[in-house]
Nanobody, 123 residues
Framework: QVQLVESGGGLVQPGGSLRLSCAASGSMFSIYAMGWYRQAPGKQRELVASITSGGSTNYADSVKGRFTISRDNAKNTVYLQMNSLKPEDTAVYYC?????????????????WGQGTQVTVSS
């Protein structure tokens, strides 16, 4: 059982900043990648940013230049620094972790999800 604990969400004015944190705990082999997804009411969940244990990052076009994802592999923790926030960034943000198990002749990836944290950008 893997648990993802998120923090840092809240209400902020347009142009403001927030920093989200997510720590993975429990029984796991090795976290291969962690990332952030978001889902607004009436819309499907979308990838915001991700980072592998090796440091490779990926961002949605809508957040490039404004959001920065970082990691602490020793703590299995991922951070999302969000600057220049816009009303369209309003959503529930979900932490995701991929646990990779390297077996004999195969590699298995398992996804885990946090409960979500609300980010509201409004004046």
């Amino acid at each position: 059982q893997v648990q993802l604990v998120e923090s840092g969400g809240g209400l902020v004015q347009p142009g403001g900043s927030l920093r989200l944190s997510c720590a993975a705990s429990g029984s796991m082999f090795s976290i291969y990648a962690m990332g952030w997804y978001r889902q607004a009411p009436g819309k499907q969940r979308e990838l915001v940013a991700s980072i592998t244990s090796g440091g490779s990052t990926n961002y949605a076009d809508s957040v490039k230049g404004r959001f920065t994802i970082s990691r602490d592999n020793a703590k299995n923790t991922v951070y999302l620094q969000m600057n220049s926030l816009k009303p369209e960034d309003t959503a529930v943000y979900y932490c995701n972790a991929v646990d990779r198990v390297v077996g004999v002749g195969a590699i298995y990836d398992y996804d885990y999800w946090g409960q979500g944290t609300q980010v509201t950008v409004s004046s």
